[in-house]
């Protein structure tokens, strides 16, 4: 899971949504603006809202394009009085700052998984010079004495306050960086632009001397170290905004433990709990555990600076979702009925011996809270379970809500107690065999559907599945529902306090939920119902009174500028995708997307599908060539030095576009600037790329370099093309069943954006031109790679809708490319999907929201959907990847085979 997802959650219900819209109408107390962002701008101010700041600014005041610049934190509690003291402060001096405008904001910025290199800034303060930062400095930290606020683990401590600095830029500046991501940027000794190192560490850029006021708070910094601990840390396990947590060997015992770090006013939880109060927590909750077996005993806790430390028992295993990982059967493309039983009477056992382990901890009388697969320890004998993470847990007597929790076992806002662990113990029936219970989050009633999946899947018991379905559809204030209640009609409570490790009962029987109506309104494969469905999903979720975005995507949109615009995340590919499909125009949007991408966004970047290249190209597509030829001059504008070959956002990308506009405009200048593209995009292939893939990998490049061939029967550039190829299944490696997938050290990644499949299927428009026989080995092993029956996300670049579109485009034939392997794809589309207004609709990167763009969500999948579907008249595709011309024996899903008559 991308935690950084979490916190686009909490604006809507049903979409990712920017955290700063809850606290512009102010309609809660949570929600309420501090009363300084109500002030009414000082005389001679300008005041501008970017995000999650609200920045005022001397208009007489010119400052510089970078220095070191000042951050104030701040705790929940003592916000709004440090807010107030400081905005007096510059205002009187006339010195610029911004600030975080609520507490909300405040929280989530602070919150455990939020993005470590910004946590713990509440305000940023603008010095005009060295100078002026040595007495701004030491201004606040005067005028903050004694305010509690958390290390910003990017920045300098002034002293033991609140106060922190860090040379950084003052303005808006990007450059990409070695990984070819757009990143802020600053200049460097020789005036070139180079990343804004912001990283949860500090750091000083190397050409920059720091000032010699800084020096004691340097030496302040050094001076803690870990030296004198009587434990030897070996390895880092995990990072939050908490802290870390880390094996460790006693110095003197040699016994191998975990240490737990928190630090202090920061990490919170729901409950604004930091993570020094959760560490303690846990401490208790464990020690009242102890003996138990199935929980970590507590061996040590211990202060070092203000981090506090818990010491516990190094339990041996795994994590329970690598086992599943290792074991799952879907992973293959026809699991057999004796693998299907073998890992179906797996799954139940293990879930018996969580059970076990759960009713052991409530037997002390403690709510674990926070259950899922991550948080269950299984012995490599797969005998044995130990409950991990207790920072959660309290006493069934607090009877509390859930403050911490996993996306796909958090329990409704309405379960308390141990009804939230009973929750997640019901979430984790499903989620043993299908593991998509983080759709619950957007609607409980697809518990249904998912049970009906495993069902026809896994030779389960039908009563096991339909009890965990009516503990997680529940109303626990229903009548007749208590501590003893179960379902619909009471029944003895399994979870009552039992001795350590004594059987519980199993549910009882409950009255089935079964759904009156099918779940979704059309089955994905219901072509064309189900582009229809699919379409009005779309265009019911339209927002054009918005600014920055018309249909909601993935959080791309609000990370990146012009994101709400762009092919890949925005209004730009669903118009694309909605044409593309048959589904029609949409008008509304149109003059939405032409009226913005007039004056796109400040450092909208230039490339495809994050940028202005995507947004000309659409235009020009969709006739609207005036202001198609607008962007692309503004593309060219743009500089090009440091652009990657990559084709989401660098030379790939822009080349294929600007060569296509050259087509239809006949402008000889565009033609001119995509061989420049290619001749960047070489060369960079050429020193080497740090991914592969078709995004972001030298495949990209490939595709560029065949396309050009095309068009100028050029020979070299099917050579770059073949190099580039063979640079890209170099990354590659082989995995079961002769399954080659693109190798990123960690995991193995199969998918269409960043995986093997994306090279599949420039591979496939290559050998249209020349012959290679590794290259058509390659190919086949691909294919192998898009015949899993199940793949964990449903959408276009990183999930099932890239298999059914590779599967239905491919010209390599043979084994899992027939009719029914591109119809078993796209039935299983249908596990993943969710509705949106009656209507069909599917769930975006990490499944916790809907997503409608083309990269991540429902208009990707509508999209894939078409080009396996009839007419079959390849409208329907990726843009630069048309089908390419097919083998004649190739039976199309939904084709229809007829006999002549005699």
Known sequence: MNKGYAVFCDADRQFYDAPHRLSTTGSTDREALYEAARRPVPPGWQRHRTGDWLALRPLDVQLPSQGWKIHVSACLGNAESVLDRVMDHC?????????????????TRNAKYADRSASGKFLT????????????????????????GPYILSDLRWGAGPVHLRYGSFTQRHCYDAEGELRPAVEDDTGRLVPDLRGPVFQIPPWITPPAFLRPHLDARDATTVAELPYRIERALHFSNGGGVYVGRHSVTGEQVVLKEA??????????????????????????????????EVRDS????????????????????????????????????ARLAEYTAWALRIHGLVEKAVAAVHGRGIVFNDLHLFNIMLSEDETSVVLLDFEAAAHIDDNGRQTVANPGFVAPADRRGFDVDRYALACLRLALFIPLT????????????????????????RAFLDEAVAEILRDPAAPGEGPGARGPRSAPDPYLPVEPYRAVEPYLPVEPYRAVEPYLPVEPGDWPRSRDSLARAVLASATPDREDRCFPGDIAQFTVAGGGLSFGYGTAGVLYA???????????????????????????PPGFYDGLAGLAWTLERLGHRERAMELAELTLDQPWD???????????????????????????????????????????????????????????????????????????????????????????????????????????????????????????????????DAFERARGEIVRAAQATFYAQPGLFRGAAGMVLHLSRTTAGGPGTEAADVRRQIDALAWHALTYQGQLAFPGEQMMRLSMDLATGTAGCLL????????????????????????????????VTSTPSP
């Open 91 to 107: 205002v009187a001096r006339r010195v610029a700052f911004k600030f975080v405008p609520s507490r909300y904001l405040l929280h």
């Open 864 to 895: 894939a959907l078409a080009a396996a579907s009839p007419p079959y008249d390849g409208a329907a595709h990726l843009p630069f990847l048309p089908p390419p011309t097919r083998p004649t024996s190739r039976l199309r899903p939904g084709a």
């Open 263 to 296: 630090r202090p006013h920061a990490g919170l939880a729901a409950d604004g709990a930091d993570a020094v109060t959760r560490l303690k927590r846990e401490q208790d909750a464990l020690e009242a555990l102890s003996g138990l077996g199935c929980t970590p």
């Open 302 to 337: 211990f202060v070092l600076g203000d981090h506090r430390f818990l010491v516990l028992e190094h339990i041996e295993g795994k994590p329970l979702n690598t086992f599943f990982a290792r074991r799952h059967p879907l992973i293959d493309a026809e699991p057999g009925a």
């Open 438 to 461: 983080s759709l619950l989050a957007v609607d409980r009633a697809k518990a249904r559907h998912l049970a009906d999946v495993v069902a026809r899947q896994f030779p389960v018991e």
């Open 125 to 148: 303060v603008y010095p005009a010079d060295d100078t002026h930062c040595r007495t701004i400095a030491e201004d606040l930290d005067a005028l903050l004495t004694g305010e509690p």
């Open 578 to 604: 909605l044409d593309a499909a048959g589904a029609g125009r949409c008008e509304v949007a149109e003059e939405w997307l032409l009226l913005r991408a007039k004056e796109p966004a400040s450092g909208t």
């Open 642 to 772: 440091e652009i990657p070959a990559d084709l989401h956002s660098g030379a790939a990308g822009l080349g294929l576009a600007l060569d296509s506009l050259a087509a239809s405009s006949g402008e000889p200048r565009l033609r001119e600037a995509a061989l420049r593209c290619a001749e960047s995009a070489a060369r960079t292939v050429s020193g080497g790329l740090s991914r592969a893939g078709l995004l972001y990998g030298a495949s990209g490049a490939a595709l560029l370099f065949v396309r050009l061939y095309e068009r100028t029967g050029d020979t070299a550039l099917l050579d770059l093309a073949a190099d580039a190829l063979r640079r890209d299944l170099a990354r590659c490696t082989h995995g079961a069943g002769g399954t080659l997938q693109v190798d990123e050290g960690w995991r193995t990644m199969p998918y269409l954006g960043a995986g093997s499949v994306g090279i599949g299927m420039v591979l496939d428009d290559y050998l249209a031109h020349r012959p290679d």
